[in-house]
C-alpha cells in the first residue's frame, strides 16, 4: 500500500458506493465552539461535512482566537480576506502577516495588486 497513488475520480467513485458524501457548506462566516469557560471563533471558516452511515463529521477551517463565555465580540475583528490568500501574499513577497493584511486591504482582495504593493514598497 506504501507509495500506491489513487485516482481522486476513483476515489470519488469508492466512497459512492459506499455511501459516504463529502460536501462543503456554501456561505459559512463563522464557526463558535462554546466550552464550559469560554468561545473559540473560527472567522473566516470554510466548513465541510462529510456524511457516512448516518453519521455527520464536519472539518471547520480558518483563522481561530479565544474570548470568554459570553462575550460580545471584544476579541479581535476577523479577518477579511482567507487565509491561502494572505499566506499567498506572505511567500511571494516575504512580508510579514500584517503587511499583507494590510496591502489585501488597500488593494480590495486583489491578490496580484497587492503583491505588487508590497514589492513596490
Known amino acids: 500500500m506504501a507509495g500506491m497513488k489513487i ?3 476513483q476515489m470519488k467513485q469508492a466512497m459512492r458506493q459506499m455511501g459516504i458524501t ?4 456554501p456561505n459559512v462566516t463563522e464557526v ?4 464550559a469557560d469560554k468561545e473559540i ?4 471558516a470554510s466548513v465541510n461535512v462529510m456524511t457516512m ?3 455527520k463529521s464536519f472539518q471547520v477551517d480558518g483563522e481561530s482566537f479565544e474570548r470568554p463565555l459570553g462575550s460580545s465580540g471584544e476579541a479581535p475583528a476577523p479577518l477579511k480576506f ?6 499567498l501574499v506572505m511567500a511571494q513577497t516575504g512580508c510579514d502577516k500584517e503587511k499583507a493584511v494590510a496591502a489585501l486591504e488597500a488593494c480590495n482582495g486583489e491578490l496580484a495588486e497587492a503583491i505588487l504593493k508590497v514589492m513596490g514598497e
Do not use: C, F, L, Y
Open 53 to 55: 452511515k448516518g453519521q
Open 32 to 35: 463558535i465552539i462554546r466550552t
Open 41 to 44: 471563533v473560527i472567522s473566516p
Open 82 to 87: 482567507n487565509s491561502e490568500d494572505i499566506e
Open 7 to 9: 485516482n481522486p475520480r
Open 22 to 25: 463529502n460536501e462543503e457548506i
